[in-house]
């Protein structure tokens, strides 16, 4: 029997592989989204689907299309709010990085002699500043919530403002947040267990405010049967593109422009919390991560913005005694 070599097909295996090498659900679900919409791409350009025909300058074309394209992938409506501006470099070289992926697992599993990608070196993308969200913005999307709450939208607004609150004081990543179970939460200690990159089971903690939004959303919550602790208005479990969705509609209710969507309170947390605590080993542990590569990322941020507060009082020129 000959062996295949649809690009279709050999995505259909990568993406088992992940599986059954116990990636967590999350790196599964991103490979395996990005990978569709590279087979969207390849389909709608008619590419071969023989993947030995598939060479460099295909990947160029698609990683071209990336980057410059707004409105990209065919989609529209909810769901759609990431791919309708045109795409960061950093966004581009997760393609990169996941067609990279793919490709080199067809050499290991000898589906192919070489892949395409082999002599394509794109740089990393740049470190770029934090930018938190300010209170003033946090504040805006509370008053969206709290306006839906006398409004009559008791599920959506304490809903909406658990999720605000809980991001803001965990720095949770969106899949870990938007994946947590009503088993998960200790309502007694304010204590919530979290399954984040890797399956890695961690416990984070939620202040008396963000404990009582909570308490008052699984109020309303009550009588639904799921065990995801977010549901919908139709009571149905809300997705990590969901929560995504949400936030982007009640920054735009709020009337804010700032750039950044639920990762930019990971960001808000991170800053806040160093601010307080200093311990960059605490950060590394509530953040869930691996090294301390993006704790030093925030630890430089912190120091930038500690320098141009103290230069408000040490200005050379601002010294100067001109008339």
């Keep these: 029997m ?26 599964v679900d991103y490979y395996e989204a990005n990978l569709r919409r590279f087979l969207w791409y390849a389909e709608n350009h008619e590419w071969p689907d023989d993947a030995r025909l598939i060479t460099e300058w295909h990947i160029r074309e698609f990683l071209g299309y990336t980057g410059a394209e707004g409105n990209r992938w065919g989609i529209s409506g909810n769901g759609s709010e990431s791919s309708r501006p045109r795409a960061s470099y950093s966004t ?28 394509m070196k794109l740089r990393n993308p740049p470190m770029t500043v934090v930018q938190p969200f300010s209170s003033h913005d946090v504040l805006k999307m509370i008053e969206v919530c709290d306006l839906d709450l006398r409004n009559g939208a008791q599920l959506l607004g304490s809903r909406n403002k658990a999720i605000i609150l809980m991001f803001l ?51 309303y ?33 709020a009337g804010l422009r700032c750039k950044g969507n639920c990762h930019r309170f990971r960001h808000t947390f991170a800053l806040h919390f160093l601010r307080r605590d200093r311990n960059p080993f605490n950060l590394q542990y509530l ?3 691996s090294d301390l590569r993006m704790v030093r990322h925030y630890v430089s941020t912190l120091g930038m913005e500690d320098a141009l507060k103290a230069h408000e009082c040490a200005s050379p020129a601002d010294g100067l005694d001109l008339r």
């Design 221 to 253: 919550r009550e009588k639904n049967k799921s065990q995801n602790v977010w549901v919908t208005e139709e009571g149905r479990p809300m997705r990590t593109s969901g929560v995504q969705s949400m936030v982007l509609r009640l920054k735009e209710r």
């Design 92 to 119: 581009v070289h997760h393609y990169y990085s996941v067609v990279r992926a793919f490709f080199n697992w067809c050499v290991r599993e000898g589906f192919l002699a070489e892949s395409p990608v082999a002599r």
């Design 287 to 289: 953040l869930g991560h």
């Design 169 to 219: 004081d965990t720095g949770l990543r969106v899949s870990e947040l938007a994946n947590i179970k009503i088993d998960d939460i200790d309502s007694e200690r304010g204590w919530i267990k979290v399954r984040g990159k890797g399956a890695k089971e961690r416990v984070v903690r939620i202040g008396a405010t963000a404990q009582k939004a909570l308490w008052r959303y699984l109020v």
């Design 2 to 27: 000959p062996v295949t070599t649809s690009v279709r097909s050999l995505a259909r295996g990568f993406v088992l592989t992940l599986n059954t090498d116990c990636k967590s659900p999350r790196t």
